[in-house]
């Protein structure tokens, strides 16, 4: 399996959201938001589906296929308000997801595509791209192998490496250990910080100094992790699912770039996903306003979503495939800066 742009999904309070996906799509992250209009409230998030043993060809089409509800995770304001899950939903089959609280849930992942079997040299894109396109998008060429580089990054490089502290030795140990561990552990140990001598827990019991610094480190690490939203004058909003490493792009960049299109209700009305990246200088115009300052400030290797107001999309007009008014979702992987 190869990931190839960040899918995301908003549900709202006691809400419900429909899902075709047009692409096979692995799931990886559920989480409140920054605000909490529920700040003790608990939310049981839920998805609906069809069984595989419902979609056996043998049965009849007048037969009322079953659904099926499982739990994907349960957040709780102020006490576990994200869970990393690995859940694979796929192209072409519907699914319903549920939010029993008061809080918006967001669900996060990637598209992904299956090269265990090679693409056929016939395969026509076309219905899934020619409803709209921004400027000269190419979409209808299979993918060379060398174009997939970047595109499966290591998860190891999203964490942050800490080293590992040693374990105070036990004053009652129960068996002497070996004079080389004990030369190798005094070796190991960092200097002593009289601060951290006397540290007690709520209760008053004393705990360990280097438990205090691992839930430090864990704090921070899930800080670096926490998906970065901010919003521009003009009501443009970016969510950086992944912060790029490589040349940043200004005013004046030509940019290649892999995108997922999508309306509010989650329909997409265009992608390019595979084939020639799509191309454009920012700056120029070539784009829709929100495109020319949402991708702005991007590093190569990073993933942005961009939620465009219609006063930064098409506006009051609309075009052919989106409405007019509509407020525009884009799903933008940075491949690189020219």
Known sequence: MS????WSLTIPADGEVAVSPAN???LTNISFGE??????GRSVIKLNYIPV?????????????PEATTVLTALTAGKIEQTTI?????????????????NPVYVTGNYIEDFDQAPSDDEDDSDDEDGYDLREVSSDVEMDPTELEGLDDSDASRFEEVEDIPEPKNAKASKRPRDSDVAEA??????????????KAENGTAVPAEESFDKKEKKKEKKDKAPVTRELPGGLKLHDAKVGTGPEAKKGSRVSVRYIGKLENGSIFDKNTKGKPFQFVIGKGNVIKGWDEG???????????L???PAMAYGKKGVSGIPANATLKFEVKLLEVA
């Open 186 to 199: 005094d070796a190991q140990k960092p200097p002593k910080d009289k601060k951290n001598k006397k540290l």
């Open 3 to 6: 990931e190839l742009a960040v």
């Open 86 to 102: 690995n859940l694979v939903i796929k192209e072409g089959n519907d699914y319903s997801f549920f939010n029993t609280g008061k």
């Open 53 to 65: 043993t419902a979609l056996d060809e043998d049965e009849e089409e007048e037969e009322e296929v």
């Open 307 to 309: 939620t465009v107001p």
């Open 24 to 26: 096979d799509i692995r």
């Open 35 to 40: 605000e909490l209009p529920d700040a003790n």
């Open 295 to 305: 991708i702005a400030g991007m590093r190569a290797g990073g993933e942005r979503v």
